[in-house]
């Protein structure tokens, strides 16, 4: 059974960095995306972040370019958020997915794409 597991969140002050991590653990193909997402208090989970599966392709929100950033360690089967100066806006639980069976150098931004989802972590940034 495949799992994601969020991990990094925490409570910083604006203008403040974090890297949120997304371990894979579980029998998975060689074909899938990782993406990351996040929720805020009475909001929609929206996209931030993805990554195909042979690495080539990453997109990131407009709302972060900028200062966020995806990266992956297939060794590890982990792969990270970078947050860089973080606004109060970005308070939200941050979520981990993935997409099975796509092509290469396919990013997926649509939730409902998603097979399988962290348990979130959360992140608060103070003003």
């Known amino acids: 059974q495949v799992q994601l597991v969020e991990s990094g969140g925490g409570l910083v002050q604006a203008g403040s960095s974090v890297r949120l991590s997304c371990t894979v653990t579980?029998?998975?193909?060689?074909?899938?995306?990782m993406g990351w997402f996040r929720q805020a208090p009475g909001k929609e989970r929206k996209f931030v972040a993805s990554m195909s599966w042979d690495g080539g392709s990453t997109l990131v929100a407009d709302s972060v370019q900028g200062r966020f950033s995806i990266s992956r360690d297939s060794a590890k089967r982990t792969v990270y958020l970078q947050t860089n100066n973080l606004k109060p806006e970005d308070t939200a639980v941050y979520y981990c997915?993935?997409?099975?069976?796509?092509?290469?150098?396919?990013?997926?931004?649509?939730?409902?794409?998603?097979?399988?989802w962290g348990l979130g972590t959360q992140v608060t940034v103070s003003s």
């Open positions: 579980g029998r998975i193909g060689s074909r899938y995306v």
């Open positions: 997915g993935m997409a099975t069976g796509t092509d290469a150098h396919t990013v997926v931004i649509r939730t409902s794409a998603y097979d399988y």
